[in-house]
C-alpha cells in the first residue's frame, strides 16, 4: 500500500478517535455539548495536515536537503499563519463559546503538528535508509 494511503488512513481514524475523545470529554466530564464549530475543527485539521504531509514528503524525497529545510519552514510558518486567521475570525465572527473552542483549537493544532512531524520523520528515515 503506498505511503500516502496509509497515512490519509490513519490520519481519518487518529481523527476519528479524536473527535470520540472531544465527545467523551464534552458530554461527561464538562456536562455541556461540543458545537459544531468544534467538530469542524477535526475537517480543518485533517485536511491542513495530509495535504502539508504529502508535500513535505514530496519535498523531503528530493535529495536536496537545502531545499527542503526552507520548504519545511516556510510551511509550518504557513501553517500557524493560517490557523491563527482562522482562530481569530472565529472569534471576531461568532463571539460565543470561545473559550472552548480556543482551547480545543490549540489542544488539535498541537496534537496534529506532533502527528504529522513524527510520521515525516518516520518517512524521510526509511527513504534515507533505502538505497538509490
Not at 519535498?59 to 520548504?71: A, E, L, M, Q
Request: glycine share 4%; proline share 5%; hydrophobic share 55%.
Amino acid at each position: 500500500m503506498p505511503h500516502h494511503v496509509r497515512f490519509l488512513t490513519f490520519l481519518g481514524l487518529f481523527t476519528v478517535f479524536l473527535a470520540g475523545t472531544m465527545w467523551v470529554i464534552f458530554t461527561c466530564l464538562l456536562h455541556q455539548p461540543a458545537g459544531l464549530s468544534c467538530y469542524l475543527l477535526f475537517l480543518y485539521f485533517y485536511s491542513l495536515t495530509a495535504l502539508i504531509h504529502l508535500y513535505l514528503v514530496k519535498t523531503g524525497k528530493n535529495k536536496d536537503p537545502k531545499r527542503f529545510v526552507p520548504s519545511f519552514m516556510g510551511i509550518v510558518g504557513l501553517k500557524m499563519f493560517l490557523s491563527l486567521a482562522y482562530l481569530f475570525a472565529y472569534i471576531a465572527i461568532v463571539q460565543t463559546n470561545i473559550v472552548p473552542f480556543a482551547v480545543s483549537f490549540l489542544v488539535l493544532y498541537f496534537v496534529y503538528t506532533t502527528v504529522e512531524v513524527m510520521a515525516l520523520l518516520r518517512v524521510l528515515k526509511k527513504h534515507k535508509e533505502t538505497p538509490s
